[in-house]
Structures are given as C-alpha cells and as structure tokens.
T-cell receptor, first 117, second 114 residues
Framework: AQTVTQSQPEMSVQEAETVTLSCTYDTSESDYYLFWYKQPPSRQMILVIRQEAYKQQNATENRFSVNFQKAAKSFSLKISDSQLGDAAMYFCAYRGPLSGGYQKVTFGTGTKLQVIP | DADVTQTPRNRITKTGKRIMLECSQTKGHDRMYWYRQDPGLGLRLIYYSFDVKDINKGEISDGYSVSRQAQAKFSLSLESAIPNQTALYFC?????????????FGPGTRLTVL
C-alpha cells in the first residue's frame, strides 16, 4: 500500500526567508502524481502545486517549487520569500495512475508552518 | 463565487440524531468525494462517486451513507450520529479527464456530536 510520510509536524520560518517542507512516499508504481495542499486557519484545502512523476522537471508556481527526487521517493516543497499568509498546515498527497477506475489519494499527516514577522 | 460549496459550515448535534451534510459544485466535474479529517490522521476517504449512478465506499464508510442527487450535488448522511464522528468533513471534486485528475476541495464542515 502507498504511504506518505511528513516527518516534520511543525516548522517555522522568518518572514521573507525560505523554508523547505519534507515529504517521502512509498510506491511500486512508476507513473503517479504528487500534490501539495495548503490548509490555512480558514480550513479550506487549497492546491498549491502538483508534479507528474513522468516529468523530470520540478514543478514551480510563483514562490512555491518542489524538489522531486524519484529514485529517493522524495517530494519536498520550497517556499521562497515567505509571507505571513503562508502560515498554514501543509499536506503532501500521492495518487497512482488512472486506469479507468479510481485511484486512492493518500495524504500525509501534515506539517504546520508558522511564519514569524 | 466558490466552485465547491458545503453546507452547513458548522454543526453541533446530539448522539443518535440524523445529520445531512451537503455539497454542491459549479466546476462541471463528474467525480465527487467525501473525506473526514481528524487531528494527526490527515484525510480519509468516506465515499466517492464517478457519476450520478455510481457510488463507491471508501476506507471508512461504516456509519455513513451518501446520495448523488445530480452531477453537481453529493450529500453525506450520518443516520445515527455518534461522538467519534466528530470531525472536519470535506467534499472534493475532480474532472476525471486528463492524467492528473486533481481534486479540488470545498471549505469543510465542522461537525461536533455531543
């Protein structure tokens, strides 16, 4: 079974600095998808970034980028120029390849990010 | 306007009561999902539906039922609520087409069962 591990329950970063959140996963698939979701105090789950395993290039969305290491099964999220609005719980998620049926999305347990002014 | 809406946003109820949580979406997606979130456990899938005539159990469906009234509406019911169903409940949707099938979430419903 696929598992997603976020080993950092909490992290903090100074405003304007850079922080990296870690995520590792376990799978026997070669084609799969990885996601980072943000959950601010408003509770909304917001998609931050996604990565397709067959793409070697790391995904980037503005200040958010990932370091995808397929062989190591690692998928870390880097937040540059951290802002107060980045304070939230961040969840890493894995989904296997679609093959006509449903593929379960497995979520990690989350990392709570604090941004210090 | 939000693409995925959930009502109510908060609900407090008593043990044994029947509760319905509703989800609507304007994204035009055919796939809809219900998850619950508990502290330290991430999100766990309760039910999912690929279209109006397709309903499937997730990993923790006991004590829950669902209804897909239309492509845009997916309701979750607790027939007889119990305290360990106190949690944050999320509805999500996805398009099904394409490779990524990314799920998009509603704002959540916080349910407390006393």
């Amino acid at each position: 079974a696929q598992t997603v591990t976020q080993s950092q329950p909490e992290m903090s970063v100074q405003e304007a600095e850079t922080v990296t959140l870690s995520c590792t996963y376990d799978t026997s698939e070669s084609d799969y998808y990885l996601f980072w979701y943000k959950q601010p105090p408003s509770r909304q789950m917001i998609l931050v970034i996604r990565q397709e395993a067959y793409k070697q290039q790391n995904a980037t969305e503005n200040r958010f980028s990932v370091n995808f290491q397929k062989a190591a099964k690692s998928f870390s999220l880097k937040i540059s120029d951290s802002q107060l609005g980045d304070a939230a719980m961040y969840f890493c998620a894995y989904r296997g390849p679609l093959s006509g049926g449903y593929q379960k999305v497995t979520f990690g347990t989350g990392t709570k990010l604090q941004v210090i002014p | 306007d939000a693409d995925v809406t959930q009502t109510p946003r908060n609900r407090i109820t008593k043990t044994g009561k029947r509760i319905m949580l509703e989800c609507s979406q304007t994204k035009g997606h055919d796939r809809m999902y219900w998850y619950r979130q508990d502290p330290g456990l991430g999100l766990r899938l309760i039910y999912y539906s690929f279209d109006v005539k397709d309903i499937n159990k997730g990993e923790i469906s006991d004590g829950y039922s669902v209804s897909r009234q239309a492509q845009a509406k997916f309701s979750l019911s607790l027939e007889s609520a119990i305290p360990n169903q106190t949690a944050l409940y999320f509805c999500a949707t996805s398009g099904g087409a394409g490779r990524t099938d990314t799920q998009y979430f509603g704002p959540g419903t916080r349910l407390t069962v006393l």
